[in-house]
């Protein structure tokens, strides 16, 4: 007897807005026990790998592989920050409940700092109980004068996460799988593709980053420094009066330390420069002196590069795409199914992922609750 296939959700993407989505609807069937034999799938061109270096082909447009990656809180001044601010906090809580069973998953929770050469008023305007309020993160402080570094007038000190990103990301694949999920290697033309990739698909969610075909999403091109540097125990970041940025991101568990980085929007450049290369590496030396001058246990260290990387990050007009669109009213994806999307995260992917995993996992009971009243014939949602 052939055995049917059980209900399916694919999810496209594996990066951190896909893995984190399909846990979170893992989470959402099994906590509905009408929906057991319900299944999740992960469809990918692109899988991660934990090895900082190795010569795995990633594309550029790869992102969760590239990103440094720390939690960095940015005050919510317009309707989509307000909106990512709400991820954001929703995420910080879901990092706290991680690290507290115990599970190494490439998080970690340690001291950030933000300093300033001309902040903005909404900089000035924070304090300890605003911060943690929005953010969910504790141990506000402002610096002192003397422990500002040179040319910098403002900065502030709080505990955040730094992640390990393709390792993370890679923890997250296993859980997937050990929990059940599926997945298949492809590069799929379309959204519409992945109803028809394996049998009995319910819905998709389009977590592709840059979604398909979306002139409202663009890239902004980072490049940053992947080092040996084993001296830090802290992220800092320094953003000066030219709208350049510096930034120092210890990736934890034997992952090196990310120096930066650029901010580049609408640059398709995919390959590092020297110049910048040079400039992040001058401008560096002052925040490492300060990094070790400000901890207990850091050493200055001599710092070599592993690898020079140029990453895309998904950024689109007016933030992340996170809805349903239906078949038939359709004019982007022309799916015979309904899709979530969940794509655009921009620079915040990691900050904000457990927050839009939620939102894909609220838009899917809806759906599913849709899927039970027409028993099952999700072609007439
Ligand atoms: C240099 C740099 C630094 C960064 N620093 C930070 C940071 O400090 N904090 C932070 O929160 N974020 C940071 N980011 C941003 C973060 O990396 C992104 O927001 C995040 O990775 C986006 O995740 P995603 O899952 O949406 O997309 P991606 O990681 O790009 O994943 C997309 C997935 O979709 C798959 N896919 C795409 N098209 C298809 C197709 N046609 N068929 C099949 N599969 C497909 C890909 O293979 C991949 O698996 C940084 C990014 C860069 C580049």
Not at 20 to 30: G, I, K, T, Y
Not at 106 to 118: D, K, P, Q
Not at 254 to 277: A, F, L, Q, Y
Not at 339 to 344: D, L, S
Request: aromatic fraction near 8%; charge should be neutral.
């Amino acid at each position: 007897m052939i055995k049917k296939t059980p209900p399916t959700i694919v999810v496209i993407g594996c990066g951190v807005i896909g893995l984190s989505s399909a846990l979170s609807l893992q989470e959402l069937l099994r906590n509905d026990p009408s929906k057991s034999s319900w299944q999740v799938v992960i469809v990918s061109k692109e899988w991660p790998t934990s090895i900082p270096g190795a010569p795995i082909p990633h594309s550029i447009e790869y992102s969760s592989m590239w990103a440094g990656a720390h939690v960095r809180p940015i005050p919510a001044t317009t309707t989509q920050l307000r909106e990512e601010g709400r991820w954001l906090k929703q995420t910080v809580m879901k990092f706290h409940s991680l690290l507290k069973s115990g599970d190494q998953i490439g998080l970690t929770l340690t001291s950030a700092i933000e300093v300033f050469e001309a902040p903005g008023s909404e900089y000035n305007a924070q304090t300890a109980e605003s911060f943690e309020a929005e953010s969910g993160l504790e141990g506000y402080r402002e610096l002192t004068a003397e422990e500002l570094p040179n040319g910098t007038t403002f900065g502030f000190e709080y505990e955040s996460y730094c992640i390990n990103s393709p390792s993370y990301c890679g923890d997250l694949l296993r859980k997937f799988i050990i929990a059940g999920g599926k997945t298949i290697n492809a590069t799929l033309r379309s959204v519409d593709e992945a109803s028809t990739i394996t049998s009995n698909v319910q819905f998709v969610v389009n977590a592709s980053g840059i979604g398909f075909n979306d002139s409202k999403v663009f890239p902004i091109r980072g490049h940053i420094l992947l080092t040996n540097g084993t001296c830090f125990d802290k992220t800092i970041t320094r953003q000066n009066l030219d709208g350049t940025w510096n930034f120092i991101i210890p990736r934890f568990f034997s992952g090196g330390t990310v120096i930066g980085g650029t901010k580049e929007p609408h640059d398709w450049r995919r390959d590092p420069d020297s110049v910048t290369c040079r400039r992040l590496l001058d401008e560096v030396e002052e925040l490492k002196q300060y990094a070790s001058s400000s901890s207990s246990s850091s050493q200055p260290q001599n710092i070599s590069i592993i690898r020079e990387i140029v990453g895309r990050r998904p950024a689109r007009e007016g933030g992340v795409r996170l809805e349903i669109e239906f078949p038939g009213n359709t004019h982007s994806t022309k799916s015979k199914l309904p899709v979530i999307h969940a794509y655009g995260a921009g620079g915040r992917g990691f900050e904000i992922s457990w927050g839009v995993a939620d939102g894909v996992a609220e838009l899917a009971r809806s759906l599913m609750a849709k899927v039970d009243q027409t028993k099952g014939r999700p072609a007439k949602l």
